[in-house]
Structures are given as structure tokens and as C-alpha cells.
């Protein structure tokens, strides 16, 4: 798995960057979010929860059963839909209620 930063989508808001335990994501030159090392990313996903605009998108590549998929997350009010979209298929969208997502 890894992190992928999309610079198109990306508006330089920096929550990424703020959520990042590592601090690993920096702003480049036209302050849009890079991963400046990405061998050191942990996979936590705290950017990829913090993104609003869809620009942080994680890779589940074809190693670990992913065929090469991207998973993003859409926040609707108190839910997280964790959004899988492989090539050729439907997205699968597995929703997470945020006020009880720690509860177990």
C-alpha cells in the first residue's frame, strides 16, 4: 500500500500535511501537498482521512490483493464512505459512522 498525492485536485489546504505523524508531507514550491519520502510512509491513512478535495488517494496494489486499486474517503456529515475503485468495476463504498467508529 502507499499513498498517492493528486497535485490536480490538491488546493493546498495543508490538512494533510497537519495529520501526517511522520512528517513526511510537505508543500512544494506552488504549496500543493508531495510525500517527500514515501518508502517511510507508516500507511496510517490520517491524510487520507483528512482530505477533503479527493486529492489524497491510497494505491492497494496488486501484492496484497488490491489489483491495483485506489481507496479514498468521502465524508457525508457523521459517515466516512471508504470508496474502492477498480479499473472496469463498481466502486465499492464501505460506509463507517465516525461517532461510534472506535466503539469495538
Known amino acids: 500500500m502507499s499513498i498517492r498525492i493528486d497535485r490536480n ?4 489546504c495543508g490538512a494533510c500535511v497537519e495529520a ?11 504549496g500543493k ?8 510512509c507508516w500507511g496510517c ?10 486529492a489524497v488517494s491510497y494505491f ?3 501484492d496484497i490483493g ?3 486499486a485506489l481507496m479514498q474517503v468521502e465524508r ?14 463498481e466502486p465499492i463504498d464501505i460506509a463507517v459512522d ?5 466503539k469495538y
Open 9 to 12: 485536485l490538491c488546493v493546498g
Open 20 to 30: 501526517c505523524p511522520g512528517n513526511l508531507i510537505k508543500r512544494d514550491a506552488k
Open 33 to 40: 501537498a508531495v510525500l517527500k519520502r514515501p518508502e517511510e
Open 45 to 54: 491513512a490520517s491524510c487520507l482521512k483528512e482530505c477533503r478535495f479527493k
Open 60 to 62: 492497494l496494489g496488486a
Open 66 to 68: 488490491g489489483q491495483g
Open 76 to 89: 457525508d456529515r457523521d459517515v466516512s464512505h471508504w470508496v474502492i475503485r477498480i479499473a472496469g468495476r
Open 98 to 102: 465516525r461517532r461510534c467508529a472506535n
